[in-house]
């Protein structure tokens, strides 16, 4: 019977194979997850904890591509296409909220903190080659150190932002089963501002002065006494130092947040510790074109170069930022992202230290003049600029593109123009086509952008850095500490403001009779770092910490008749296409936008949502 | 036999080999089965002559037709009580046997009744068999088997091949719609080669993934490319005692396609030819360069903008064509005229021949179909840049009876495509054409070259035309092999199945992309020679073809083992029951990027089971499980077990009614139920992961040149308590048929709780730092609703009449989502509906600056009169992004509606189907919605019905225009909100079979002629666009078909 034994046999085959499938799957469905990377595959390998401290790094702040310049009195973002324009309005107009606060960076810096945390508690057991112990013995509390630099960086970025944050100083792995282990309570701004403080006195002994070459970026002792020093200034300010709006902000167990009385010691403080960074003697301001005043202040934002800096984040080679800013007609090719306001260009004082509306200052709104301008690379002769931009600060020409300013002149051909001009695809500068999309209004920012990258011919580069600190903040700081600790300026407060002052030929304050009293310096200090400092992402912060942001953002923003109507251009009987028509009506402060600013402003909102999931979280002030 | 078998063996070994070998073992099949019928013939004889015995045996010869006198090869005779001794029909239907004079012959074949007749010494019988209808029909695919329909306790629904059949398409899914009640299929896009409808089962009960699980004659496949020639039936499993089986995998339901087999028969040669015209429809219409630019000018006007370019002079000279020049230079081009054709062509062959003897029957088909394209220009090149399908379909479904007992089947399909594409992608080239207004740039410059303007959108011609090509070839291999082995010597009823199947698709990419140059024409605009205008260079490419290629496959293998009984004792109670294990892998297509873990195989294992009594056909009761698991959750937690218990009460065959002359079938069918969903997060969610290497790091030294290191960082926190998504389900049917059969009507309501729904813990605070929440079990969603389908059928004559209606309705609520209590409730998902729109509420427009004033203060962005107004919902006196939230309104329909008309009279047929769903908004958002938010064409619907400084309409369906981004109305709020609700005259099919008496004079049997419509004609709303569209104004439109096409069958 061939077909039974054939039967038999299949039976036997087919049940063979179904105990041989039973048998085998207990493990079937092991797929080797081991295959992920754990925390601690990281944190036993010393090269994988170096990437995890460089993950540390790469969260250090790049404001060379802020766009919070924007969201001040600095400039006007006119992307509107772009998503960060938006963001910009939602500050200008007053639309940010409590579930909406593009600036706010909450959970993105918890994160870091997260991240810093863990490696601060791991950092010392991890496992290093025999052979390069003696190399590590070295390092291995140095990268702590660095850590702990870098957390409190996180810190004083929520700090400024929020005034009192939870301090978390842990990394406890979260169980969703336990939600109360997550639910934290906010530390007052004095426990936040002592943790920073004290972190960076503790570490500043384990930290070098110096990094050799290759290691340049690294933190030093010099950074953790200027984060020091910032977070002292801030803390001294009359935001945080007693203000009277925020005394009733505290937890639900009762405890202040915000200190109710004014300490005038703390701008003492603030003072002792900007001096200590002056004091290392290790940084001196940049000047090495000590004839050219405007290249002086200039240069520093294009190159490499450390003498200056404090602490820096390191960039690589790129061109981006010489596009977004650049005018946009064919010599330049750039995008006109962002227009100074008005208000801004006259903060520049004139070149003899008078601010513009000083009595005597020589300013004029009417005619125009011929003379030599830097265009980056030499002087060049140009006529027909109008008198609003003569005889300024030198580093008003190294901020700004205006009317007739030049650029690369040997290149670009010929000077900028940003006044209307021609019909259709508009022939200016600017983009004042009637087109959707930019509106440029009679400025274009000229800071950072570097005279070595030729955009038409797509040639050179931009080599910069961003600098975190620099010392004329710390001079600006000491300067701005010490006259508010005296009762009327001295020596003390003049002599680190005048050195600012002095690397663009700016003469020595005191000048007028107000600069000899604690107000009117208070104005010159504010002024100095507001131009000193121009597009570095301070002034944000500085008018909010000054109190000072309800009247300066609360204002309308202003900028020049770059898109005029055409009846305008019409009544000047010129034709209305041509340039001179434009120029003709240019020189005319046009309102761009009603900017709204609250007293609730002052102090970002904890995110609502962070408030829902934590009800140990209370909010800020009017939000 | 060994010989046979061991041919097989060496067949499927080789079928890994590709293509080439798989045309190879078509032709071995289809020659194996011949082999099987003529070794029967020969393996007869050693059993007569073994017959010998005491009585008189006599020579019976004789023939077995059916009903209408066609010879039936394969016909079983045996003899009665005498096991294993008989012969069987050969082609013709004969047959010639030695038997005693007393014997009683039995001739028995599958789909026929069984007859008995008595030798009584006669030398010649002729029988006619009739073929036993209730066992055809009332057989249903259920998961892992079949069914007597009588027995069936759950809710599902299916569709034959002669219904799919009549709406041509190059996809299966869209062959769907209308046809099922309860499914809902959205077709977004008509691109050849990425037709496909997008399937969702009884609405929507989860907020993760949310499609159901597709199987092809039981393995997890795709359905979109199977030949609908191929397809026998496409069902539907829906509650819980349908897809219980499906443990794990069954939530979100389950669609069953099942291919054909042969039939015992000679062999049945059909072919079908058909070829169609498509036309693509409901195409957004945009405004010419004049009314563009007019509307520009009041957009200017409204902004208090410059507008002094905008003469009516200047505006003119858009349509004014008396100088040569002023094509060029005020260019006026309708992009969707210029580059797509009014129509293209679509042509399909499918040859398949089905047989088969007593021990082999087989199914073998072959399909050609080819897809053109929309794309104008095609010719411009010495290659093709059109969109272009070419699908070869390949199958064989084989069963061998190796002996009376042991069954072999062998499934083999071969998907073979070959397309087409310009290089740019359908979605990017259609947003080109939406984003490049009218006025913008010509065509081409004069001498042909590709023109174009400095910080604009692409020339949707270059993109088209010069950006090169790809060549994508594709290939998708299923086999399945199985054994089923009656196993009588146990128990009468039992048999073991084993089954092995594997899945492999290759592809391999070409991209041929060039890169062209674009230059502006400048000239003088009064000048008449052309040839005197000069170039200005844009972009700059080689014009040179690069060559890029990605190639890369995927894999599944699935073991399965099935014990299966059916018995009826006393002929009263049927138990039917079922024992299946599994276990399958899948290795995807990945690329270096996806990283290691995404190579990982894809495991699941399982055993599910079924036990189905019934009693005296009036009581069943079904029990269903699955116990599966997949490799995705911590061991310990990887399997769960989903049961699910089912009654049905067939009333009509109760004592009381089963006279009854009104009412044919009665029954009440309940299930309850358990499934699972396992795939709804991402991989290994349980474990805690790091990433090393990324690019987030640093890099020190003086110049960026110093040490340099990657970043490491925690990148995901793992769950260890991470489950499957459960899903408890009931559902309780009605099934009626009143007038023997005219009037049908099956109807179902269910309700289902998803709960464990997985999800990202959005309640933890963002201060621990977690970068990604972990995942947790936690959401839960109600989902409930009914279908009904009503049949009538009526037969007049000559004339047969069939009406057949559905609808369904799902609706469901979030009714815990893993959230905080937000202090504005609106934001949360509790309470909402899945696909539930967000945004502001539109109040109207404002009709004036007192209205403004009177007004909250809107802080998105300027406002003046025209402006969208917005509802204050929090209250505070200002609208920005705090008066956002959810607004009760859904995404996707909540009903679907079908009516099939079915006309015969004689020899002409005519089907026509409605289809349609309600209850879904569509987002009418982004450029061209938005009029010059971003220099893109204007809607043509703006020209009226806008707001206007002179008809300040506070309910007009347009706001007023502004020549920029106007960030005010250009946020998501309900006045973009728009209706989706649409009925579409699907498909009308009118056909003419051919009298037989012609044919037959040809040697054919039929012959069918046929024309077919689909999507003749839509009612909807969304006037601007389709309503089908998911993705707002879409890519590739859908195609309106005119299709004329022949069946032949030998």
Request: aromatic share 12%.
């Amino acid at each position: 019977m061939l077909h039974c034994n054939l039967m038999k046999n299949i039976t036997k085959l087919l049940l063979a194979v179904l105990l041989f499938s039973t048998t085998s799957c207990k493990k079937y469905l092991d797929v080797v997850p081991a295959e992920y990377s754990s925390e601690n595959d990281v944190y036993n390998n010393i090269n994988l904890t170096e990437q995890a401290l460089a993950r540390l790094y790469n969260a250090l702040p790049n404001e060379l591509t802020s766009p919070l310049t924007a969201a001040t009195d600095e400039t006007y973002h006119h992307w509107f296409d772009n998503g960060e324009a938006i963001d910009a309005y939602k500050y200008n107009l007053g639309a940010w909220s409590t579930n909406d606060n593009p600036y706010g960076n909450w959970s993105g810096k918890y994160q870091d903190i997260r991240r810093a945390n863990i490696f601060i508690k791991r950092i010392d057991a991890v496992p290093v080659p025999l052979d390069r112990e003696s190399y590590y013995a070295i390092w291995k509390p140095r990268y702590k150190a660095e850590a702990r630099f870098l957390r409190a960086q996180f810190y004083f970025e929520l700090f400024k932002r929020y005034g009192a944050v939870p301090l978390i100083t842990s990394s406890n792995d979260v169980d969703p089963g336990n939600l109360e282990d997550t639910q934290v309570a906010r530390n007052s701004v004095d426990e936040v501002v002592n943790f920073i403080t004290s972190e960076c006195d503790e570490i500043s002994t384990v930290l070098p002065l110096t990094q050799e070459a290759a290691q340049t970026g690294r933190v030093t002792k010099g950074a953790a006494l200027a984060l020091k020093a910032r977070t002292l200034l801030y803390a001294a300010s009359p935001l945080f130092n007693g203000n009277p709006l925020y005394a009733n902000i505290q937890n639900k167990d009762g405890k202040v947040l915000f200190s109710r009385s004014y300490d005038k010691e703390k701008w003492k403080k603030a003072a002792d510790a900007a001096k200590a960074v002056i004091d290392l003697g290790i940084y001196k301001l940049y000047a090495p074109f000590p004839d050219n005043p405007v290249q002086n202040y200039a240069a520093q934002f294009y190159t490499r170069d450390y003498t200056e800096t404090i602490f820096q984040r390191i960039l690589g080679n790129s061109t981006d930022i010489d596009g977004n800013y650049l005018p946009n007609g064919s010599p330049f090719k750039g995008n006109g992202k962002l227009t100074p306001l008005q208000q801004f260009v006259d903060a520049y004082e004139m070149k003899n230290g008078y601010p513009i509306n000083q009595t005597g200052s020589g300013y004029s709104t009417t005619g125009v003049w011929s003379g030599q301008l830097w265009d980056g690379l030499k002087f060049q002769t140009v006529s027909n600029i109008s008198n609003m931009y003569k005889d300024r600060d030198p580093r008003f020409y190294a901020s700004i593109f205006f009317q007739y300013d030049v650029w690369r002149f040997d290149a670009t051909k010929r000077p900028v123009r940003l006044a209307w001009y021609g019909a259709g695809n508009g022939i200016t500068d600017g983009w004042a086509t009637g087109k959707s999309g930019t509106n440029p209004w009679g400025y274009n920012v000229r800071k950072f952008l570097s005279p070595g990258y030729d955009r038409n011919a797509n040639s050179g580069t931009g080599t910069r850095n961003f600098p975190i600190f620099r010392l004329a903040e710390m001079y600006l700081n000491y300067a701005e500490a010490m006259n508010e600790y005296l009762d009327a300026p001295d020596q003390s407060v003049y002599q680190y403001l005048n050195l600012v002052r002095g690397r663009v030929a700016m003469p020595n304050l005191p000048i007028l009779p107000a600069d000899n009293t604690k107000g009117g310096m208070r104005n010159r200090i504010q002024n100095e770092r507001r131009i000193e400092l121009a597009f570095e992402s301070q002034r944000f912060w500085d008018v909010r910490r000054w109190l000072i942001a309800k009247t300066v953002d609360n204002a309308p923003a202003l900028g020049l008749n770059a898109r005029p109507s055409a009846a305008e251009l019409s009544s000047t009987g010129l034709d209305v296409s041509s340039e001179a028509a434009g120029v003709a009506v240019f020189y005319k402060t046009v309102t761009l936008q009603n900017r709204v600013f609250a007293d609730k402003h002052y102090l970002m909102p904890i995110p609502q949502s962070e408030i829902d999931k934590d009800p140990n979280l209370v909010q800020n002030y009017g939000w | 036999m060994r010989k046979l078998l061991h041919d097989y063996k060496g067949s499927t070994a080789a079928g890994t080999l590709g293509f080439r070998t798989m045309c190879f073992m078509m032709i071995i099949c289809c020659c194996s089965a011949a082999l099987a019928h003529a070794n029967t013939d020969k393996k007869t004889r050693p059993y007569i002559l073994s017959a010998k015995n005491l009585r008189k045996d006599i020579e019976v010869r004789g023939s077995v037709t059916d009903t209408s006198g066609v010879g039936l090869p394969g016909v079983v005779i045996s003899v009665k009580g005498r096991n294993g001794f008989g012969t069987v029909t050969d082609v013709n239907g004969g047959y010639l046997i030695k038997v005693p004079e007393d014997a009683t012959l039995v001739y028995s074949m599958v789909g026929f009744i069984r007859q008995e007749v008595a030798v009584s010494s006669r030398g010649f019988i002729a029988v006619k068999l009739r073929q036993n209808q209730a066992m055809l029909e009332d057989v249903v695919v259920v998961g892992y088997g079949t069914q007597q329909k009588n027995n069936v306790t759950g809710a599902l629904t299916s569709v034959s091949s002669k219904e799919l059949l009549r709406t041509p398409t190059a996809s299966l899914t869209n062959s769907l719609a209308g046809r099922l009640p309860g499914l809902l299929t959205i077709q977004s896009s008509g691109e050849p080669g990425a037709d496909g409808s997008a399937l969702y089962i009884r609405g929507f009960g989860t907020y993760q993934g949310k499609s159901p699980l597709v199987l092809v004659d039981g393995i997890e496949n795709s359905i979109d490319g199977i030949d609908a020639n191929d397809v026998e039936t496409v069902s539907v499993l829906k509650d819980a005692a349908a897809t219980a089986v499906y443990g794990m995998k069954g939530a979100n339901g389950v669609v069953l396609v099942t291919t054909k087999r042969g039939k015992t028969g000679k062999p049945l040669i059909s072919l079908t030819a058909q070829t169609s015209q498509q036309r693509p429809f409901n195409m957004p219409e945009y405004l010419d360069s004049f009314d563009a630019l007019t509307l520009f000018r009041e957009a200017l006007n409204n902004d208090g903008l410059n507008a002094n370019l905008y003469t009516d002079a200047y505006l003119n000279k858009f349509r004014d064509r008396s100088n040569p020049t002023y094509q060029y230079l005020y260019p006026n081009v309708n992009w969707t005229e210029e580059l797509i054709k009014p129509s293209s062509m679509m042509s399909q062959a499918n040859l398949n021949v089905n047989g088969g003897s007593s021990t082999a029957r087989y199914f073998v088909s072959m399909a050609y179909l080819k897809q053109d394209g929309l794309y104008k220009y095609d010719d411009l090149n010495a290659y093709n840049i059109n969109a272009v399908m070419n699908k070869y379909n390949f199958r064989s479904n084989i069963d061998i009876d190796l002996l009376p007992t042991l069954k072999l089947e062998l499934n083999l399909s071969d998907i073979v495509r070959d397309r087409n594409y310009p290089t740019e992608t359908a979605s990017a080239f259609w947003s080109e054409i939406r984003n490049t207004p009218a006025y913008l740039y010509p065509l081409t410059n004069p001498n042909g070259s590709v023109s174009g303007q400095k910080d604009s959108p692409a020339n949707p011609y270059g993109r088209l035309t010069q950006f090169g090509y790809g060549r994508f070839f594709e290939n998708t291999l299923s086999s399945i092999i199985g054994f089923t082995l009656k196993l009588p010597f146990i128990t009468e009823g039992l048999s073991f199945r084993t089954r092995f199947a594997y899945d492999a698709q290759n592809f391999r990419n070409i991209t041929r992309q060039r890169n062209y140059s674009t230059y502006r024409f400048i000239t003088n605009e009064n000048e008449t020679d052309l040839s005197k205008g000069r170039y200005e260079e844009l972009t700059t490419g080689d014009g040179l073809l690069g060559f890029n290629i990605a190639a890369n496959g995927s894999r599944k293998s699935t073991f399965e083992s099935y014990l299966n009984y059916d018995r009826t004792f006393a002929q009263k109670h049927v138990v039917s029951g079922m024992l299946r294990y599994n276990q399958s892998q899948s290795f995807l297509a990945t690329t270096t990027a996806d990283g290691a873990i995404a190579a990982l195989p894809y495991k699941q294992l399982g055993i599910v089971g079924r036990v189905n009594y019934s009693f005296d056909r009036r009581y069943v009761l079904e029990f269903d499980a699955g116990y599966n698991g997949s490799e995705n959750f911590m061991k310990g937690r990887r399997m769960g077990f989903f049961p699910a218990a089912s009654a049905g009460w067939i009333i009509s065959n109760e004592q009381f009614m089963k006279d009854s002359k009104l009412v044919s079938l009665l029954k009440l069918r309940g299930s309850y139920g358990i499934v699972g969903v396992d795939n709804s997060v991402g991989r290994f969610a349980y474990l805690s992961t790091w990433q090393t290497g990324n690019g987030s790091g640093y890099r020190f030294g003086l110049a960026a040149d110093g040490d340099g290191y990657s970043g490491a960082q925690e990148s995901a926190t793992g769950n260890s308590f991470l489950t499957w998504e459960q899903s408890k389900k009931t559902n309780i049917g009605v099934d009626f048929e009143l007038f023997k059969g005219q009037i049908a009507f099956t109807g179902d309501v269910f309700t289902e709780r998803r709960s464990q729904i997985l999800t990202t813990a959005a309640i933890i605070p963002n201060v621990t730092g977690v970068q990604n929440l972990p995942a947790i079990n936690a959401g839960i969603v109600d989902n409930k609703g009914f279908e009904g389908e009503i049949t009538f059928r009526k037969r007049f004559g000559n004339h047969n009449l069939m009406l057949r209606g559905s609808y369904s309705y799902a609706t469901n609520r979030i009714q815990y989502a893993a959230e905080p209590t937000y202090a504005l409730p609106y934001r949360g998902l509790r309470g909402t509906q899945i696909n539930e729109a967000y945004g502001l509420t539109a109040l109207g427009l404002f009709k004036d600056a007192a209205d403004i004033a009177a007004s909250p203060t809107q802080q998105f962005g300027a406002v003046r009169p025209g402006d969208i107004k917005y509802l204050d919902r929090n209250g505070d006196g200002v609208i920005n992004s705090q008066d956002e939230g959810y607004l009760g309104q859904v995404t996707t329909p909540k009903s679907i509606l079908g009516l099939t008309v079915s006309y015969t009279y004689k020899n002409f047929d005519l089907n026509v189907l409605f289809q349609g769903a309600t209850g879904g908004k569509l987002w009418l958002t982004g450029t061209s919605a938005w009029a010059f938010a971003s220099n893109s064409s204007v809607l043509a619907d703006y020209m009226d019905g806008r707001w206007t400084t002179q008809n300040p309409d506070p309910n007009a369906k347009w706001p007023r225009l502004s020549s920029s981004n106007n960030v005010n109305n250009n946020q998501n709020s309900t006045f973009w909100l728009r209706s989706s609700n649409y009925v579409r005259l699907k498909n009308v099919e009118v056909g003419y079979t051919l009298p037989k008496t012609w044919i037959k004079k040809i040697g054919l049997t039929n012959i069918r002629a046929f024309a077919t419509g689909s999507n003749i004609f839509t009612w909807s709303e969304m006037k601007i666009f389709d309503p089908e569209r998911t993705n707002g104004f879409g890519d590739y439109p859908q195609m309106r078909v005119i299709n004329l096409g022949i069946n032949a069958s030998l």
